[in-house]
């Protein structure tokens, strides 16, 4: 069964102050893995897709990589807007996933001034 | 990126009613839509997959005629919750797969609000 855990749960953060999130994930064959980040009563907003060990890509003070156990989403320097819960979900690459995203818990960052 | 949207983003309806919830992919056509749940401080719970012009798949445990999913066209898909109580408030949020021959990407709705008086 797939799984995905990420860690830490939460994460305070004083503006400035570089941290990484993980996403540990289990997958009977990676079709993608994904970075959102989510404000409260809003839908998750888009951030990256990554599709095999060794991949990064950048927006901004974001960063995601990817191996085949785990991703980590770095901030560098970041600043109060980048408060959110961010999400990573995995797709399995089997034919009858049909796409469907599996979500880990979550980990809710605040950045303070 | 590309743009989801839903319609309404919060109702409120009597015990006993039932609920349509619209979801549309404005800039690109969607064969494959998803509808997922979210209870406070918890993440999204897929519920179903919609594919256009066929029948919803349903994840284990979502009962299908209280979810009534239709997926209509390319780029429209409806979630009715039938005879809503209040343990079905929640909110609930839709996704649209986007795909190229190289990448795929999945796009989110703004979510809907739904409480069940």
């Known amino acids: 069964e797939d799984q995905v855990t990420q860690s830490p749960e939460a994460l305070r953060l004083q503006e400035g102050e570089s941290s990484s999130l993980n996403c540990s994930y289990t997958?009977?064959?990676?079709?993608?893995l994904f970075w959102y980040r989510q404000d409260p009563g809003k839908g998750p907003e888009f951030l990256f897709t990554?599709?095999?060990a060794g991949e990064e890509k950048e927006k901004e003070r974001l960063k995601a990589t990817l191996t085949k156990k785990e991703s980590f989403l770095h901030i560098t320097a970041p600043k109060p807007e980048d408060s959110a819960t961010y999400l990573c979900?995995?797709?399995?690459?089997?034919?009858?996933?049909?796409?469907?995203?599996?979500f880990g818990a979550g980990t809710q960052v605040v950045v303070t001034p | 990126g590309a743009v989801v949207s839903q319609h309404p983003s919060r109702v409120i309806c009597k015990s006993g009613t039932s609920v349509k919830i619209e979801c549309r992919s404005l800039?690109?056509?969607?064969?494959?839509m998803f509808w997922y749940r979210q209870f406070p401080k918890k993440s999204l719970m897929l519920m179903a997959t919609s594919n256009e012009g066929s029948k919803a798949t349903y994840e284990q445990g979502v009962e299908k005629d209280k979810f009534l999913i239709n997926h209509a066209s390319l780029t429209l898909s409806t979630l009715t919750v039938t005879s809503a109580h209040p343990e079905d408030s929640s909110f609930y949020i839709c996704?649209?797969?986007?795909?190229?021959?190289?990448?795929?990407?999945?796009?989110f709705g703004p979510g809907t609000r739904l409480t069940v008086l």
């Open positions: 990554l599709y095999s």
């Open positions: 996704s649209a797969e986007y795909m190229s021959n190289s990448y795929n990407e999945q796009f």
């Open positions: 979900a995995v797709q399995a690459a089997a034919t009858d996933s049909w796409g469907k995203l599996q």
């Open positions: 800039d690109f056509q969607a064969t494959t």
């Open positions: 997958v009977s064959g990676l079709r993608g």
